[in-house]
């Protein structure tokens, strides 16, 4: 086999793993990539259930003081839809591991506003004593449950949060470990490719030279002559 065939066949080998390599290290980047685009993500959502927690309290607070207590006229949402977390709980598609409690808030947080239209009904019609009940026996039980579900979603959203900044660290470390692996594979093949099918032929070649330039050297062209 010619030099220049085995020195193709040694270079077309090495290209071959660089380019597995390159492909193997863009994978390990595009997964560190895309848990850190998460990674920022999330703290906007757990802040997100904290605010309609609050804002679910300030609903039934208007409702029980201002409603039932004052006689305030009560101007919050009664469509469960059109609060604030309505609103976002239509438009939003939970991830896997927020889907259990995301799918049991919605009862809870439909009894909240439906309670809210029977009291405002009964204050209307001057009934206090039915209104305070349903405030009791409606309204906060479920208003109690909807918090606990956005807390539920806050805490697994942190562990998520927690989980990918393992991961983030684990794809880090093992990317240093690929290219430490890889770069050590590539200069020993590199030095098996150069001996091989660079130093070893030419050696050869050299050698049969060398052999050559002697036999001339003594008057022996016979060597010529078989070549």
Request: hydrophobic residues 45%.
């Given at each position: 086999m010619?030099?220049?065939t085995k020195l193709t066949i040694g270079i077309s080998a090495l290209s071959a793993i660089l380019?597995?390599?390159?492909?193997?290290l863009f994978w390990v980047s595009f997964r560190v990539s895309e848990l850190i685009?998460?990674?920022?993500?999330?703290?906007e959502l757990q802040a997100k259930f904290g605010t309609l927690t609050i804002q679910h309290y300030a609903?039934?607070?208007?409702?029980?003081?201002?409603t039932i207590l004052m006689k305030k006229p009560f101007t919050k949402a009664l469509d469960h839809?059109?609060?604030?977390?309505?609103?976002?709980?239509?438009s939003y598609s939970p991830p896997d591991f927020l889907k259990e409690p995301f799918e049991k808030l919605e009862e809870p947080h439909k009894l909240i506003h439906a309670s809210g239209a029977k009291i405002v009904e009964a204050i209307n019609r001057g009934d206090v004593e039915t209104a305070i009940k349903i405030y009791q026996e409606e309204t906060t039980p479920n208003l109690e449950k909807v918090r606990n579900y956005l807390t539920d979603?806050?805490?697994?959203?942190?562990?998520?949060v927690d989980q990918n900044l393992i991961s983030i660290n684990s794809s880090i470390n093992n990317l240093k470990n690929i290219v430490i692996i890889v770069f050590s594979v590539l200069i020993l093949l590199t030095i098996f490719v150069a001996y091989f099918f660079v130093i070893k032929p030419l050696k050869s070649s050299f050698s049969q030279l060398i052999a050559v330039a002697d036999a001339v050297s003594r008057g022996d062209f016979s060597i010529i002559k078989d070549k």
């Open positions: 010619k030099i220049s380019i597995l390599v390159a492909a193997l685009l998460e990674v920022e993500k999330l703290p609903w039934a607070e208007a409702l029980g003081v201002g839809t059109k609060c604030d977390l309505g609103k976002w709980y239509y979603m806050h805490l697994k959203t942190k562990e998520k």
